[in-house]
């Protein structure tokens, strides 16, 4: 390495490169989220960041240095720090279109060893409930806002919010689950590809978040989608969804897709305001750069959105087909009402209980516990995040009423779904109809039909031609196109 020393700055210091070393410097600036205009508070800094960061990097931190001023006091600190090679950042690997899944699997290894042996405690699970996570995204929202001009298009920011708040606030089962699960701990906080250096005998992880510890007391997967948000921003989406496989992998952590999806939301939010203050201070690509970011998190939040799906219509018109394969195709739960109806009597799905209209268990009253039960199910599940299909005749402009209740209590998107067909269609569908758990004939079919009132706010599907077809319909009704790539990612790696 030559004589000449390097100079890199970001938006809370400046990095000496000098030989063997690195030298950090805290600028003393005030924002939001931090305040270093002191020196105790930069060198209380700089003694955090050795600490916290030799977790993952211990023969890279190695200790804080005194600046003496002409007094022979004090009057700087900085940390000191083994200088890594720039040509090993992961961010430049992604760049220059290396391989690097390897990589990202052992630093997935080393996040989930280093979540399994954080601190934990009910201070620590208090940044990961509702209040918590709302307060983190409406702080980011309101620093964006107050910053002079329009770096970031205003609709876009509120967009950002609606979807965000309105997740947070429909998931507090989910929280309070990962909470009990031990899930929220004292972690890393900034991972970024930038700050990972790979290295012949393994990664190094710098730059662990030091100037507000409640900002690193977050859930585990929270820590880990800021990296596979960086990894994605660099142009390696399929890179950031393996890493997040094995985050899960090591970690043992099933989450729910949505979860992941918002939280990395939430980090390319945090760096799209991170890039507005860099432009501020005269780094004006930082301006495209935080226009980016927030698309990032736009695209993940409609992904993440929770929807109920009700799939409907009389026997014949094919709504168990199009919601079985909608719900394989999107990764949701499919629930059934004839196999619900079936487990509240007390007998098996494929045991078939023909009956004559309303007789039987398909009885109004039985009827009612049955749709009772369907949406207390579906209740449950989205409020832990997960999407859900329901596959019923949904005849009943009451059973509908109550699914737009649910929908609305959790937060969902209802999204309605009317299958038809030419009678001849259902007709010959159900004179050849053999297995399957419905017990509906064609004088069933028709009776429904007749009694069924209008359904407003539903989208007819046509399902007279291939089964793809239609749902190729539906899914366009589901997600629309801004959010056309929301399905459930994979969850295990190549």
Not at 7 to 19: C, D, I, P, S, Y
Not at 379 to 388: I, K, M, N, S
Request: proline letters at 6%.
């Amino acid at each position: 390495m030559g004589a000449w020393a390097e100079v890199t700055e970001t938006h809370t210091g400046v990095v000496v490169l000098l030989g063997e070393r690195a030298y950090k410097l805290k600028k003393p600036v005030r924002f939001g989220f931090l305040d270093f205009t002191g020196r105790e508070a930069r060198r209380a800094a700089c003694l955090e960041e050795v600490e916290l960061n030799r977790r993952l990097a211990p023969d890279v931190y190695e200790g804080v240095a005194d600046v003496i001023g002409p007094d022979g006091r004090p009057c700087e600190h900085l940390v000191v720090m083994r200088r890594m090679p720039p040509e090993r950042r992961l961010a430049a690997l992604i760049r220059s279109g290396a391989a690097v899944e390897e990589h990202l699997r052992s630093v997935a290894r080393m996040v989930a060893g280093l979540h399994a042996r954080a601190r934990r405690g009910p201070r620590i699970d208090r940044e990961g409930d509702g209040p918590a996570l709302r307060g983190r995204w409406a702080a980011s929202f309101a620093q964006v806002r107050e910053l002079p001009g329009e770096i970031v298009e205003a609709a876009r920011v509120a967009e950002a919010e609606r979807l965000a708040l309105r997740f947070v606030d429909g998931r507090e089962p989910l929280l309070r689950a990962r909470i009990g699960q031990g899930r929220v701990v004292d972690g890393h906080g900034d991972l970024l590809a930038e700050d990972i250096f790979c290295l012949d005998d393994g990664p190094r992880i710098l730059d662990c978040l030091e100037f507000d510890e409640r900002l690193r007391f977050v859930d585990g997967l929270d820590d880990a989608a800021f990296l596979a948000m960086d990894v994605e921003r660099l142009g390696a989406p399929e890179a950031a969804r393996a890493f997040l496989a094995w985050y899960a992998e090591f970690s043992g952590d099933c989450a729910p897709p949505s979860l992941v999806h918002h939280y990395i939301a939430y980090r390319a939010f945090v760096r799209a305001k991170v890039a507005c203050l860099r432009h501020l201070q005269g780094d004006r690509p930082a301006a495209g750069e935080a226009r980016d970011l927030t698309g990032l998190t736009l695209r993940h939040l409609r992904a993440g959105a929770v929807a109920l799906v009700l799939v409907g219509g009389p026997p014949g018109t094919g709504k168990s087909t199009l919601a079985a394969a909608l719900a394989d195709r999107l990764g949701y739960t499919l629930l059934s009402s004839d196999r619900v109806r079936k487990e509240l009597a007390g007998i098996t799905p494929e045991r078939h209980a023909p009956a004559a209209f309303g007789e039987g268990i398909y009885r109004p009253e039985w009827t009612e516990r049955t749709y009772a039960e369907l949406l207390d199910r579906a209740g449950l599940l989205l409020g832990r995040g997960e999407p859900v299909v329901l596959d019923a005749s949904w005849t009943g402009a009451s059973f509908r009423a109550e699914a737009g209740r649910v929908a609305q209590s959790t937060f969902s998107d209802l999204v309605a779904l009317r299958c038809a067909a030419p009678p001849e269609v259902v007709a010959e569908r159900l004179a050849r109809r053999t297995g399957g758990i419905s017990d509906a004939d064609r004088a069933i079919s028709e009776a429904l039909a007749a009694r069924t009132p209008p359904w407003p706010g539903s989208v007819e599907i046509g399902t007279a031609g291939s089964v793809e077809e239609a749902l190729a319909r539906a899914l366009e009704v589901v997600h629309p196109a801004p959010a056309a790539a929301r399905l459930r990612p994979r969850l295990e790696p190549d």
